[in-house]
């Protein structure tokens, strides 16, 4: 059974910093395309950023502020957030995927969710 559980979210100020983590099990870590979505309040998923293999993939929202690793053998991923804005402020999913596309920012084409995790960034 796949599971992907988030932690690190929180209330930060505006030009803070925030890490999170997706605690991966199930699946074959190393090899599965993984990333992070997110959905603000009152609005739609929208892809944050994903990894696979060694290429990195980031929204323009987010290219410059967020990082996106993976310990592979620890089994986790991580989005490392800087400079963070009012903006930022959503429910953040992990997500992983069986199959890779072009359409790398797809929710739909993703298989597993995690329960997500709250950031809020006041300003």
């Known amino acids: 059974q796949v599971q992907l559980v988030e932690s690190g979210g929180g209330l930060v100020q505006a030009g803070g910093s925030l890490r999170l983590s997706c605690a991966a099990s199930?699946?074959?870590?190393?090899?599965?395309?993984i990333g992070w979505f997110r959905q603000p309040p009152g609005k739609e998923r929208e892809f944050v950023s994903a990894?696979?293999?060694?290429?990195?993939y980031y929204a323009d929202s987010v290219k410059g502020r967020f990082t996106i690793s993976r310990d592979n053998a620890k089994s986790t991923l991580y989005l490392q957030m800087t400079n963070l804005k009012p903006e930022d402020t959503a429910v953040y999913y992990c997500?992983?995927?069986?199959?890779?596309?072009?359409?790398?920012?797809?929710?739909?084409?993703?298989?597993?969710w995690g329960q997500g995790t709250q950031v809020t960034v006041s300003s």
């Open positions: 990894v696979r293999g060694g290429r990195t």
């Open positions: 997500a992983a995927r069986l199959r890779w596309g072009a359409d790398y920012y797809e929710r739909n084409e993703y298989d597993y």
């Open positions: 199930g699946l074959p870590f190393a090899m599965t395309p």
